[in-house]
């Protein structure tokens, strides 16, 4: 579900991947094959903390330089992008509608609900829905996600890209871009992709978001009040005392997860997660998977969107492998939509 129904149209072209984050920049080029895909070219800069406050931009020029220069640094000769907003800048609501109702009426009972419970007025946002599927706890009825954001929230983004020389021609949800890029399978094993429960941990650098997709659709999204800075501050403060800090870190994750998890139960759409993920800066948190098996009795793994890919030769893809699940929302962007 993209946020900007008039910008998701087919296309046989590739797109550049943007991916704005609190902690940097990532822009991917991936061509698609007759058996998979390509990584052609990428880059990242990372960015000041100041640069970015709640996931919103707060030095428009520096992260417009910052732009111009990744793309450059990247090599790619693409002009046309997909881009993502962050959870905190996008509103979901779970509705539930009968069953039997046409798209069009499906639109007007989400704009009624908008109108009355947005905190912000029908003109000044963006308005999208989609489909979840049968209503569980209420037979005849479907739940419908109702997905808004502020119209000067997507126009700030298309003007930076505007002012680099870049074409945005699809807004998306960071949350259902880091979906695509991690269902970056071959084709031959997209049905039993499609069926899957999946769940996505995504440690940024100012709080982490727990993540739920079943058959593909997102159906939880949770904010976690932790993140990457408060390690850095630890390992600051403890120079000498890396492992112990990091352990102490992933223990902190493991126990706002847990509330994650226990909410996440109570929810009329759970169901049983078949598959947890990790994103994040896995080097860093490598002990974070057993800690979460030995704690939380969960299974989980550090995403990796390029394990079917091949790289042109240009790619240095030791370094792009060991850093793989920070890329799974710039991948998502980049496969975006491809015909």
């Known amino acids: 579900m993209g ?10 072209t590739p797109l550049l991947g943007i991916d704005i984050s609190s902690a940097a920049i990532r822009v991917i080029e991936i061509a698609r094959l007759s058996d998979g895909w390509r990584v ?3 880059a990242e800069h990372e960015l000041p903390r ?29 002009k046309e992008a997909a881009m993502a907003l962050p959870p905190g800048l996008v509103i979901r609501k779970m509705l539930t509608l009968p069953d039997d109702l046409s798209e069009d009426e499906i639109e007007l009972q989400v704009e009624s609900e908008a109108a009355q419970n947005l905190p912000f007025p029908l003109n000044e946002l963006n308005l999208d829905f989609g489909v979840v599927g049968p209503s569980e706890r209420n037979p005849g009825n479907a739940d419908v996600i109702l997905v808004a954001t502020r119209k000067e929230t997507i ?28 269902n970056s399978t071959k084709d031959s094993e997209n049905a039993l992709v499609a069926k899957r429960v999946q ?22 999204e949770h904010e976690l009040n932790i993140g990457f800075q408060r390690l850095q501050k630890d390992l600051d403060r403890y120079p000498d005392q890396v492992l112990a800090t990091t352990e102490a870190f992933c223990g902190a994750i493991c126990q706002e997860f847990k509330r994650a998890l226990q909410m996440y ?3 009329s759409q759970h169901v ?34 390029f394990a079917e890919m091949k790289f042109s030769p240009a790619i240095n893809k030791s370094k792009l492998q ?15 939509d491809k015909a």
């Open 265 to 267: 139960s109570t929810t």
């Open 3 to 12: 946020l900007l129904k008039s910008f998701l149209v087919q296309r046989s």
């Open 272 to 305: 049983p997660i078949d598959k947890f993920f990790l994103s994040g800066q896995e080097q860093s948190l490598f002990r974070l998977p057993s800690m979460m098996q030995e704690q939380l009795s969960v299974i989980a793994e550090f995403a990796n969107p």
């Open 322 to 336: 060991a850093e793989a699940s920070s890329w799974l929302v710039a991948c998502g962007l980049a496969m975006t």
């Open 50 to 78: 100041a640069v970015m406050r709640e996931g919103s931009i707060a030095q428009v020029d520096q992260i417009t330089q910052a732009l111009s220069d990744v793309i450059q640094k990247s090599g790619s000769r693409l």
């Open 199 to 220: 769940a996505v941990l995504q440690i940024g650098r100012d709080s982490s978001y727990f993540f739920v997709e079943n058959h593909r659709v997102l159906i939880f």
């Open 40 to 42: 052609e070219h990428y």
């Open 155 to 182: 126009a700030e983004r298309l003007e930076i890209a505007q002012t680099v020389g870049i074409r945005t021609v699809v807004i998306d949800i960071e949350s259902q871009a880091l979906m695509v890029g991690l």
